[in-house]
Nanobody
Framework: QVQLVESGGGLVQAGTSLRLSCAASGRTFSRSTMGWFRQAPGKEREFVAQITVIGGSTLYADSVKGRFTISRDNAKSTVYLQMNSLKPEDTAVYYC???????????WGQGTQVTVSS
């Protein structure tokens, strides 16, 4: 189990950028696949991006591909989500998550609010 705390959310204008951070505690971070998810009010949680342990392979939802970049710094036990060209539809609570045992994420942060105005 990894304890996760997101930060960096806020209110921004469409077309600008924002970087989210997720600080992890626990020795297992370096062997954890990490992901970002988001949930808008009244909507289901959706996958945003993922970065694997070996090779740092990344995967993105079509809705954010080309605009968002996920990265990790194992020395700092931190995963990031760089969000560029933000759109109002990106407004949501963003959660980071991790897994050490397969495709089902087992550790979740409390989330950080991102609001994009038009």
């Amino acid at each position: 189990q990894v304890q996760l705390v997101e930060s960096g959310g806020g209110l921004v204008q469409a077309g600008t950028s924002l970087r989210l951070s997720c600080a992890a505690s626990g020795r297992t971070f370096s062997r954890s696949t990490m992901g970002w998810f988001r949930q808008a009010p009244g909507k289901e949680r959706e996958f945003v991006a993922q970065i694997t342990v070996i090779g740092g392979s990344t995967l993105y939802a079509d809705s954010v591909k080309g605009r968002f970049t996920i990265s990790r710094d194992n020395a700092k036990s931190t995963v990031y989500l760089q969000m560029n060209s933000l759109k109002p539809e990106d407004t949501a609570v963003y959660y980071c998550a991790g897994t050490t045992r397969g495709p089902i994420y087992e550790s979740w942060g409390q989330g950080t609010q991102v609001t994009v105005s038009s």
